[in-house]
């Protein structure tokens, strides 16, 4: 299949150690295709324990990723969906309130997990056709170019993304996947805890039937982005900042954990600093399994796995734009 965006190309030439395109198509960094200029659209649940959402309207505001949605569902730490909108409506709010551009509405998703038939082939699977699933499809329609796809940011479970490709499997050749997810391993990374083990048959799903998947298994202590000692710096009378305040305490200090890893990989060149390919080497078995499938490390695989990142870097860009009052349009 010749892919929209060109990736069998794509794939090839950055296997030679070439580029696609020596001109303005080459990518700003480590991440093959993607970077800060390709749209993006946020997949999470509750917005309380990571920065996700603040990096990727500070970034879009700040010569960083357009983002053109943000998808809004539930997780075994945050089960209710009412709850989780209703606080990233909240921050939306809080954003544009301050001069923020481009923040889009979120958008509700409620999706069951994905069930593996008793055949184990993904075309046989029973798309839930959620509101995020349709809003990746919607998204990919309006905002991916053939040189420059849609980027599906995910920071929870791939339900959502699987989803959308059981209802249009066309979607894998308009978007990439970069997901904050997984842990890793001496040969490559399991795609289980954090975020992978909610929904294994939607990481099978996504891992086989996306060529642009990319996951981030690097974190950072994400505590240092917005250290107590830093908070009398943000500036006064802006209720994003305010926002910041509120939520600083909230921040989830346990390893791993950092769902904005994902945004930062895209948006902030060099901030992933050890990106390699990866073949997705076994699926889940049955309906009891509780991991999606293990990557390994392959010279020829069609994914790719950020195993480093620099989160200083992020924390400096992340401060950066929240310091420079052009990041904030009157």
């Known amino acids: 299949m010749l ?3 060109g990736l069998p190309l794509v794939w090839v030439a950055l296997g030679c150690s070439e580029t696609f395109d020596a001109g303005s198509n080459h990518p700003h960094g480590q991440l093959p295709l993607v970077d ?5 659209l946020l997949v999470n649940d509750s917005e309380a324990e990571n920065w996700q959402g603040e990096y990727a309207m500070l970034l879009a505001n700040g010569g960083g990723p357009k983002l053109v949605g943000i998808v809004v569902g539930t997780s075994p730490n945050a089960p209710d969906v009412q709850r989780n909108i209703t606080d990233w409506r909240t921050l939306v709010a809080a954003a544009r309130a301050s001069g923020l551009r481009g923040i889009p509405d979120p958008a509700e998703s409620v999706g069951d997990l994905l069930k593996r038939p008793a055949s184990g082939a ?6 839930n056709h959620s509101g995020g699933a349709n809003a990746i499809l919607a998204a990919a329609a309006s905002y991916s170019l ?3 796809p849609l980027v599906v940011v995910t920071g929870g479970r791939l339900t959502d993304v699987a989803d959308a490709y059981l209802i249009d499997p066309t979607v894998a050749e308009r978007v990439v996947v970069v997901s904050s997810l997984g842990r890793l391993t001496d040969s490559g990374a399991t795609m289980g805890n954090p975020n992978g083990e909610m929904d294994p048959w939607a990481d099978v799903i996504v891992a086989t039937g996306f060529p642009g998947y990319i996951q981030v298994s690097a974190f950072y202590d994400q505590t240092g982005d917005v250290p107590t000692s830093r908070l009398s710096e943000l500036p006064a009378g ?3 900042a305010e926002w910041i305040v509120a939520k600083q305490s909230k921040i989830w200090s346990l390893p791993p954990a950092a769902d ?13 600093s050890d990106v390699r390919r990866v073949s997705a080497v076994a699926q889940v078995d049955g309906g009891a399994a509780t991991t999606g499938p293990d990557l390994a490390h392959d010279p020829n695989g069609r994914s790719w796995l950020v ?7 992020a924390a400096k860009r992340f401060w950066d734009l929240l310091l420079d009052p052009k990041t904030f349009k009157p």
């Open 3 to 5: 892919f929209a965006f």
């Open 307 to 313: 195993r480093q990142v620099a989160g200083p870097q």
């Open 122 to 127: 993904i075309r046989e699977t029973s798309p």
């Open 36 to 40: 800060e200029r390709n749209p993006i």
């Open 238 to 240: 802006n209720p994003f």
């Open 260 to 272: 904005q890893v994902a945004v930062a990989a895209v948006g902030i060149p060099g901030f992933a």
């Open 146 to 148: 053939p040189y420059r």
